[in-house]
């Protein structure tokens, strides 16, 4: 492990190698279980978890420990935990490398989680295209169950967790954790539950969904404490680590756990290797495919949920997960392809969702072959803001890089309309 | 495991099960391998086994990429088109594919070998472009690697040869 820069869920090796539960023991793996089992009240964690600033890293930055409190005691039982490993949103690919690396420190996360919320049965729901991280946590199971640390009366401790690998089918809706609920009941998966899973979650019972690499930092912050946690980031207001995932132009793409807050430009100069021989960046979606293309100005901002609200203008930090740009790549193009993700990935529950992002789609389709209208512009604006008007984050995470495509590089589109062609197609 | 097998296991499964219906994905897999896709007759079975009717598990499987309603390929090539892989060359590898197969993305070749699906972001980006054949996945591609990995696949899976 490097010193000066702890590697606390990836290993510090090449990401296809798995950490097996001898190494993932020989690492202090399962202490923070065990610590956990035997002193700590289910209060006593929540505290530690909330002291620490943990925040959901799967796209919506929500306090991880204020999540856990929503559950009341006197909640019914039975109650379920689940760990979201859909991941869906295009450019992020951390929680595969993740549960296919340690799959044990994620599965530890969940049962501390399951302790936690007194559950007794919990999911790791996965997509297909990540057969092999979910026959790597099946594997990971079995391992885990039969070193006592999962199943009937864990260690000793009178705690019961019965955890499996529910794999779906392939849509993006199912990682809205509603939607997800709905997957998981064998419905379809519209994210149209009215409330709070921690109250009315799986077959109406309390439920906690935390993405897989928020319960991966768990059994860590347990074992050193919310203090040693915090300390590790590069600012106050940006404690922890984070998985950042680069992609796009950059020479050596990838998946770098870093302190929470490094700025852009040194994860992409120093981590992804800088942009590619003969390219020069020229913006990245900081955060997947629902968030704010982001000037060039901003290239040392750092990367972190406190940097981005205070950014604000519709700046989301999001998963984290780099999609880089180059002066090549035509913005009108990449924003017309989010639109065609987006219009077909919609579940289809609600009218604007449904009806609006097709149209959206259609007229950059227009603006890119060149029959575009000057007032295409402000209905995309329009277009774009009624999307708040949608069901779920589905839409207007949708209209992010639309909004932004809009708003800071209209010269792009402008030059699509004059020229009657796309200015970066020969 | 014979697929025989994979389904008396899935029998038992679902009678233990608390809430059967959390194994209607799993059922629909299980039935897909079986017959090679989701076969109206495996509808039905699939249906009756879980305790739903066959238009609720048919809401199920026409909204999900990975659920195949007809017939398909021995090895189903899943194209990522999603942002990455389109900067990075998505369609010329779309078009190459397809050339060299002899179909349009949705086809399958007439030796019933291959399909070619085009699929939403299959997170692999740090691989792109890239595709998912089987679920096992190939990238960065080039024409050069299509060219070895049909190869390949076919050599792995010879179709004996009918005479007229």
Redesign the interface.
Not at chain 1, 87 to 93: L, Y
Not at chain 1, 127 to 131: D, G, H, N, Q, T
Not at chain 2, 81 to 84: K, R
């Given at each position: 492990m490097n010193a000066a820069r702890p590697s606390l869920i990836l290993p510090d090796r090449p990401p296809d190698q798995v950490v097996t539960l001898d190494e993932y023991l020989r690492l202090e793996g399962y202490q923070a279980l065990s610590k956990v089992l035997k002193d700590y009240s289910s209060q006593d964690v929540t505290q530690v978890v909330q002291n620490s600033g943990l925040r959901g890293l799967g796209g919506a930055g929500f306090p991880t420990g204020r999540k856990w409190i929503f559950l009341r005691n006197d909640a019914p039982f039975p109650r379920y935990v689940i760990v979201n490993t859909d991941?869906?949103?295009?450019?992020?690919?951390k929680d595969?490398v993740l549960v296919y690396a340690n799959p044990h420190t994620v599965i530890e996360g969940l049962i501390i989680a399951g302790y936690t919320a007194s559950a007794e049965k919990g999911f790791i729901f996965i997509?297909?295209?990540?057969?092999s991280s979910a026959y790597r946590l099946e594997k990971a199971l079995e391992e885990a169950k039969g070193a006592g640390f999962l199943g009937k009366n864990i260690l000793g401790s009178g705690y019961s967790l019965d955890l499996v690998v529910?794999?779906?089918?392939?849509?993006?809706i199912c990682g809205e954790a509603k939607g997800l609920i709905h997957?998981?009941?064998?419905?379809?998966?519209h994210p149209n539950i009215e409330g709070h899973l921690t109250s009315q979650g799986l077959?109406d019972r309390p439920t906690i969904v935390n993405n897989a690499e928020t319960l991966a930092f768990v059994p860590s912050i347990l074992r050193n404490g919310a203090e040693w946690f915090r300390n590790l980031g590069k600012r106050p207001d940006a404690p922890g680590n984070k998985i950042y995932?680069?992609?796009?132009?950059v020479n050596n793409?990838?998946?770098f756990e870093l302190s929470f807050g490094t700025p852009l430009s040194e994860i992409i100069e120093e981590h992804a290797g800088g942009m590619c021989p003969g390219y020069e960046y020229k913006t990245c979606?900081p955060g997947g495919?629902s968030t704010r293309y982001l000037s060039k100005k901003n290239y040392d901002i750092g990367m972190d949920f406190v940097s981005f609200e205070k950014l604000g203008h519709g700046h989301r930090f999001g998963t984290g997960?780099v999609?880089v740009?180059d002066h090549k790549?035509c913005l009108v193009?990449?924003t017309l392809?989010?639109m065609?993700?987006f219009a077909?990935?919609s579940?289809g529950f609600c009218t604007p969702c449904r009806e609006g992002l097709p149209y959206m789609r259609e007229l950059l389709q227009l603006i890119e072959n060149g029959d575009g209208k000057e007032e295409y512009i402000p209905i995309l604006k329009t277009m774009s803001g009624q999307m708040s008007n949608a069901y779920c984050a589905f839409a207007p995470g949708a209209a992010t890089p639309v909004m932004g495509l809009v708003e800071d590089f209209a010269e792009e589109i402008q030059e699509h309309i004059s020229q009657k062609k796309c200015p970066f197609k020969p | 495991m014979q697929p025989e097998e994979n389904l008396e296991n899935l029998k038992q499964k679902i009678k233990v099960a608390d809430?059967?219906?959390?194994?209607?994905?799993?059922v629909?897999?299980t039935l897909q391998k079986h017959y090679g896709y989701l076969t109206d007759a495996a509808l039905l079975e699939g249906a009756e086994l879980?305790g739903?009717t066959p238009l609720e598990l048919e809401?199920?499987a026409t909204?999900?990429?990975?659920?195949y309603r007809k017939p398909v390929g021995k090895y189903v090539i899943?194209v990522c088109?999603?942002?990455?892989c389109?900067?990075?060359g998505h369609q010329s590898i779309l078009d190459y594919l397809g050339q060299r197969l002899g179909i349009h993305p949705g086809g399958t070749t007439e030796d019933g070998l291959f399909t070619l699906l085009p699929?939403?972001?299959?997170?692999?980006?740090?691989h792109?472009p890239a595709m998912?054949i089987n679920?096992k996945l190939y990238g960065p591609l080039t024409p050069q690697s299509i060219d070895s990995i049909l190869e390949e696949l076919r050599a792995a899976c010879p179709i004996p040869q009918e005479g007229r």
């Open positions: 991941e869906m949103e295009p450019g992020t690919f595969r997509r297909p295209a990540y057969e529910h794999r779906s089918a392939g849509r993006y997957a998981l009941e064998g419905k379809r998966p077959w995932s680069i992609s796009g132009r793409p990838g998946v979606l495919a997960a999609m740009f790549t193009g990449a392809n989010l065609q993700f077909r990935e579940c | 809430h059967p219906r959390e194994l209607a994905v799993e629909m897999f879980l739903m809401e199920l909204f999900y990429d990975f659920i899943h088109d999603s942002t990455i389109w900067m990075l699929v939403c972001c299959i997170g692999y980006c740090d792109a998912l679920g």
